[in-house]
Structures are given as C-alpha cells and as structure tokens.
C-alpha cells in the first residue's frame, strides 16, 4: 500500500492481501520494518483486525547474488554462483560465494518455529481476533572469517521507538544545533546533517568513519568528493575533515603504477573492495585518476586550521602536503608549463581526470573531442588557491617564511600568466574550459570557469564578466547553471556533462558570486 523511510537507516513498508473490490479494506494488514546497518534486521508484523481469528501462512523468499558494484553497474556476470548451505537447527540459511581464492558469505537467520527450505522460510500462522503477530530476521555478512555483527538486532525491538546507533547519537550530539523562529530552516538543516550521517561508512575495521561519494553507486571513498564535502562542512563537523586527510594521506599514492594511474605523492581518486579489485582485473585499490585532488587536500587541510587552529594536526600533516604539492609541481604539470594537465595510461582508466570524468565532456564549442593531455580550467585555479592557503600554513604553522614567500611569488606569476593563456575575447569574453594537447583553448563555454571565482585567480576586471556569463540564458536554465552552454554545438541538457545542472558547480559558483 505504502512506504515510509523513516530515516536513511530505517524504513518501513505497509500492505495488505488482494481484496476484491477497490472501495474495500482487507482486514489483515501486514508492516515490515527494516533497519540497516553492517547488516540488517527485518521485522515482520501482521495485523489481524477481524472478530475471529485466521489462519495464515507467510513465505518468504531469500537470495544473494554478491554482485560487484561495478558489475551490476555493467550487466557483467559475477564469476560463481552462490551455494546455499541450510542449518535447521539455527534456523539459517547461509549464501556461500568462493571464487578465486575469495570467499563471501550472508547469513540469515530467522526466529524458531519457521520452516526452512531452499531459499525460503514459512512459517504456519494462528492469529487470534484483534491480535498481532510478529517475527524477525537477521542477516550478516561474512567478510573472510568474521562474522559481522548488524548494528541493530531482534532483541532491540521497540515498537514505539525508532532508536539512533550509540554511533550516530554521539555524532550528532557533537554537531551545532540551530534553532530560530524559522522552522523550514531548522527542519531543512537537521534533515541535512542527517543526510551527511548517512554517508559516512567505515572503509576497514578500526579506522575512523569517512564520507563517501554517493549512494548508492558511489558508497566508496572519493578523492575528490570526499574532500569538497569535507571542506563545507568544516564549520560544523570539522572531525569528518579530520578522518578524510588521514585516509587519503595513508593512501597517498607512492609508485609509478600506470594500471591505476599511480604517482609518487598522488591522492587517490577512488577506493573500492570488489571482486575485480580484489582479483587485480579492475585498477580501484586504489585508482589515481584524478588530476585536481592534490590542490584540494592541500586546500582542506588550511581550511581545518582556519575553523580549528589546530597546529598540531597541520604538523602532523607536513610531510604529506609537501608530497602533494611536489606531485603538482612535477608529475601534475607533464610538459613544465606551469600547468597541469593529465592523460590516462591505465587501460582501464577514466578518460577524464577532472570532475567532468565522462568520455565526451572536453570538446570544442563546434563538438570536436579534444585530445590529450589536457589542462583543464579549474585545475590552474584549484593551484593558485592551494599554493596561497599553503603560504599561510608555511608562515603560520611551520615557521617558514622565505618558503612561503616562494609559494605566493609562484601563485601571482601563475595568476598572471592564466589570466592570459585561457581567456577568450569572443561571445562577450570568458575562460576557455582547458587547453588540448597543442595548447590550443578549447572554446566550449562551461560552468568550468564558475570555480575560478572560488579559488581568486581571476583578474578583478574579468569577474563580474564571468558572473554575466554564468547567468546567461545560454547557461542559466533557471534551476541552475549548465554544465555546457546552449549555444555550443555539443550541447545536450540530458547528457552527463554537455548540458545538465551539477550540483557540485553550483557549490563552487554560489557562495562566491554574490557580491555581484
């Protein structure tokens, strides 16, 4: 009949049996709640609002298939199919996988009195009149040995109570609270912090929660999108900020591996733990390519000081920043212009090193695909910014002025040659999206050039033309600002990066266009 999510972590369905008229109820409603989290609990509840009793029999069916992410995202076939291995007497059904020296299981277990057959559990129901009838089941997962234990479990049940994780109570008992006369705002704002809870997942047993990506294909750590969502919610959890530096630095890249497109002093641009990552088949444990993800880990870790003060943290920190921003100034900038600019080698690699990572995003205002390497705009702005919050940390926290000195000298001589190499006169004045293999500018007019008026690498006489742009008809469709401009031939306002409303560009174009 209906669904109510209750919270990311909880859900629950309502329904009831066929009846033969529309205009009629059935009396027997059935309630299924279900609780997520290393795992699952799935509470069953039937309804019995007759004068008499009934006799029901309720089946339900299990199955597991243990399909990879990025298989399911491919319509690939995983490489085995489950075993179904049946215990009576512990009313389980375990889900088996083994392939290639892998072994996976998910146990579900149900409460006693049920029938147990191959891949499904009944049970025989006498229901009294106006009586209720429940049952629960419990499923783990198995990862190599260890049984998982889910985070809510049957002996929780509490009908009149939909509880947080002890995990999840802590978090966001550390969070600000907001209250005011504006309930709209107050809901909208909790109702957020929540959706930020949602994505916050353990990426091995022990270590601190991190944000990931999306769900739910993106349930994974993202260089790049776990470090923008660290950034704008440093003021409130500056802890999330905390766990992401740790992890992508103790993941920092530290070899020459051009299957995952690897360099020293690189950070990752995703960490996934499938079958084919775990087989070597597929580049994420983890893949490098991301080309902007350097100058963004340089970026949080001054904005962590700048909301915490906490040099300690920044120390701590020294020796992986000095890394990353060596990998900028090297491996990042490939032909030493000053720039940098990316190429895939790993066979199984993104064509696109930049947020705009689909197969057709850098082209030409008349469509042409641009060839690589490609220096994209937002990278040389992403730079800029880096090397001047890193000035403040070198002056600040690591008592280096001359090496600060340096720093901002290189961020003004690159301010200055930018503001040549990538502007266009044509169609009112803009920035190029990047620059192709040949240094030739690559026309197409795109919200690209929206972040450089986050990072402050535009010239003061040049960004009140780029917020005339951004709002445009050709780019502001009234939700938002297009990805491409209606009026460049390659534009498609349901292709991923040609013409959609990415709410990503909007964060980076928002915040710093309001002077204006």
Same mark, same amino acid.
């Given at each position: ?13 309502? =329904? ?10 059935? %009396? $027997? ?15 069953? #509840? ?17 199955? =597991? +298939?243990?399909?990879? !992410? ?21 009313? /389980? ?47 783990? %997962? ?41 309930? $709209? ?17 353990? #990426?091995?047993? @022990? ?6 990506? @999306? ?36 993941? /920092? ?11 020293? @002093?690189?950070?990752? &641009? ?10 070597? *088949? ?9 080309? +902007? ?5 340089? !970026? ?5 000081? *700048? ?41 199984? @690699? ?37 090397? $001047?919050?890193?000035?403040?940390? =070198? ?5 280096? %002025? ?8 290189? =961020? ?23 620059? +192709?293999?040949?240094?030739?500018? #690559? ?13 402050? $690498?535009?010239?003061? +006489? ?24 209606? &009026? ?19 964060? &980076? ?8």
């Amino acid at each position: 009949m209906s669904a109510k999510e209750v919270n990311y972590f909880w859900s629950t369905h309502y =329904a009831t049996l066929p009846f033969e008229s529309i205009f009629e109820s059935h %009396p $027997i409603t059935i309630i299924r709640r279900r609780a997520a989290g290393n795992g699952a609990r799935e509470e069953i #509840i039937i309804h019995n609002y007759k004068t008499e009793p009934v006799d029901l029999t309720l089946s339900v069916q299990l199955d =597991a +298939d243990f399909v990879d !992410i990025i298989e399911l995202k491919s319509s690939q076939d995983p490489e085995a199919k489950p075993v179904i291995e049946i215990n009576p007497e512990e009313c /389980q059904h375990i889900f088996v996988y083994r392939a290639n020296g892998i072994c996976r299981k998910t146990i579900i277990q149900c409460e006693s009195g049920a029938q147990i057959e191959n891949k499904k559990i009944s049970f025989n129901i006498n229901i009294p009149a106006k009586e209720v009838w429940r049952t629960c089941l419990t499923i783990r %997962p198995v990862w190599e040995d260890d049984i998982i234990e889910p985070e809510y479990l049957c002996k929780d049940l509490d009908e009149n109570k939909i509880f947080l994780h002890k995990s999840l109570q802590e978090w966001l008992d550390r969070v600000p609270r907001l209250t005011g006369h504006c309930s $709209i705002l107050s809901r909208t704002y909790g109702h957020s912090l929540m959706d930020l809870a949602a994505l916050r997942f353990y #990426i091995a047993p @022990g270590k601190k929660p991190v944000i990931a990506a @999306g769900m739910p294909w993106y349930m994974a750590l993202f260089g790049r999108d776990s470090l923008i969502t660290s950034y704008q919610c440093c003021f409130i959890a500056p802890d999330i900020a905390f766990n992401t530096l740790r992890n992508l630095a103790n993941l /920092q890249g530290n070899e020459y591996n051009y299957f995952k497109d690897e360099e020293p @002093g690189k950070i990752l &641009h995703e960490l996934r733990f499938g079958e084919k990552t775990l087989l070597g *088949k597929k580049p994420y444990s983890p893949y490098f390519g991301s080309a +902007d993800t350097c100058q963004l880990f340089l !970026i949080l870790l001054h904005e962590v000081f *700048k909301w915490t003060g906490n040099k300690e943290f920044v120390n701590e920190f020294k020796g992986p920043a000095l890394k990353a921003l060596y990998w900028i100034d090297n491996f990042g900038d490939m032909d030493g212009d000053g720039y940098v600019e990316y190429k895939k080698r790993s066979k199984e @690699g993104l064509d696109n090193h930049c947020w705009k990572d689909s197969g057709t995003s850098m082209i030409f205002s008349d469509s042409r695909l641009a060839e690589a390497p490609i220096a994209t705009v937002e990278f040389q702005g992403y730079i800029y910014d880096a090397k $001047i919050r890193l000035a403040e940390l =070198a002056e600040e926290v690591w008592d280096d %002025p001359s090496f600060a000195e340096e720093l901002r000298n290189q =961020a003004k001589e690159l301010k200055r040659r930018f503001n040549r190499d990538f502007w266009i006169e044509d169609r009112g004045g803009y920035f190029a999206l990047g620059l +192709d293999k040949n240094k030739e500018k #690559i026309d197409s007019m795109t919200s690209n050039m929206g972040h450089l008026l986050w990072s402050g $690498i535009v010239e003061d +006489d040049r960004a009140g033309i780029i917020v005339k742009q951004l709002m445009s008809r050709d780019l502001y469709n009234g939700w938002g600002i297009r990805t491409l401009s209606s &009026h460049d031939r390659g534009y498609n306002p349901i292709e991923y990066h040609n013409g959609t409303v990415w709410p990503l560009s909007l964060i &980076h174009i928002s915040e710093p266009t309001r002077p204006y």
